[in-house]
């Protein structure tokens, strides 16, 4: 079956951009010319995806007002000539099919995804972290739906990081002869780095089967006393196949500062418009660090 829901949890406070996030949702941060979010959309839609729900909560209408249609807006840029800002504006209107549900209990990931199970229903289903911006060739999650499609089984993105980082994130246990697709044996939510059975961490792309639902409703708080969906895809690897695949690309954690500056001079050289001049910016900066 073919892989065309996604779900975006969208519900976090955001409290390493504060006091930004205090009135402004974090997914809603400023890259260049378009929201954070935007960008993860833009992912799903290019992997396929047609339906998407993102996981809300309180004080983030505005990223429904940024994906509705602006009629008055997109009058005013047609009477003004200003035909290549208008397309821009109407496209993202329509982009996908993209639905809301405001998560009421914000009690982690699990529990956001959780959230989903009726958007869900019986198909299998992408999951998009919106901190998580992923720059490559072929999108992220286009990668690991082709895997899914080839092993009918649940995917993570995965990909090696520094020994001292492991306790920020979920780690894999894997095995398999082919260095960038591991089957799944055990997975660690955030461990010491003694305690870490790799450095293989999740990176904020899955495709998984709907029985994680099933699996999540019972499943116990963990790690920070929340939810967890590293708990949950462990219990569901010991039931069937779980893959860890290596995707190719450069993943930005927008949640963070510097990681949000580093995606921010990334993309801004990528830009068409400012390519150039930014470059000979970043060169003159560069001479006088």
Avoid at 44 to 72: W, Y
Avoid at 109 to 122: H, R, S
Avoid at 187 to 209: F, N, Q
């Amino acid at each position: 079956m073919s892989v065309k829901k996604a779900v975006i949890p969208a519900a976090g406070f955001g409290t390493r951009f504060l006091p930004m996030t205090k009135a402004t949702p974090k997914e809603m941060l400023n890259i260049i010319d378009k929201p954070a979010i935007q960008y993860i959309v833009e992912e799903a839609v290019q992997s396929g995806i047609e339906e998407i729900l993102i996981i809300t909560m309180r004080n983030k209408s505005s990223i429904e007002n940024h994906f509705d249609a602006s009629p008055e807006l997109e009058s005013i840029l047609l009477k003004q000539n200003k035909e290549a800002l208008y397309k821009k504006t109407q496209a993202v209107s329509q982009l996908a099919d993209i639905f809301y549900k405001r998560q009421k209990n914000i009690s982690g990931l699990g529990q956001a995804i959780l959230e989903a199970k009726a958007f869900v229903g019986n198909e299998p289903f992408a999951v998009l972290l919106a901190d998580d911006l992923i720059v490559s060739e072929v999108p992220c999650l286009k990668q690991l739906i082709s895997i899914f499609e080839d092993k009918k089984a649940s995917t993570i993105g995965v990909q090696k990081v520094e020994s001292w980082e492991v306790e920020k994130y979920g780690i894999v246990e894997g095995t398999g002869a082919d260095h960038k697709l591991l089957k799944v044996k055990h997975l660690v939510e955030k461990p010491l780095e003694e305690d870490a059975p790799s450095e293989m961490a999740i990176l904020g792309r899955y495709v998984l089967t709907p029985g994680i639902f099933e699996i999540l409703e019972n499943t116990e708080p963990g790690y920070n006393g929340e939810l967890q969906l590293t708990d949950a895809l462990n219990t569901l690897s010991k039931k069937e196949e779980v893959y860890a695949f290596q995707f190719d690309g450069t993943r930005f954690d927008l949640g963070d500062k510097l990681g949000y500056l580093k995606a921010t001079v990334t993309l801004a050289l990528q830009h068409e418009e400012l390519q150039d001049d930014f470059r000979v910016f970043i060169k003159n900066l560069s001479k006088n660090l």
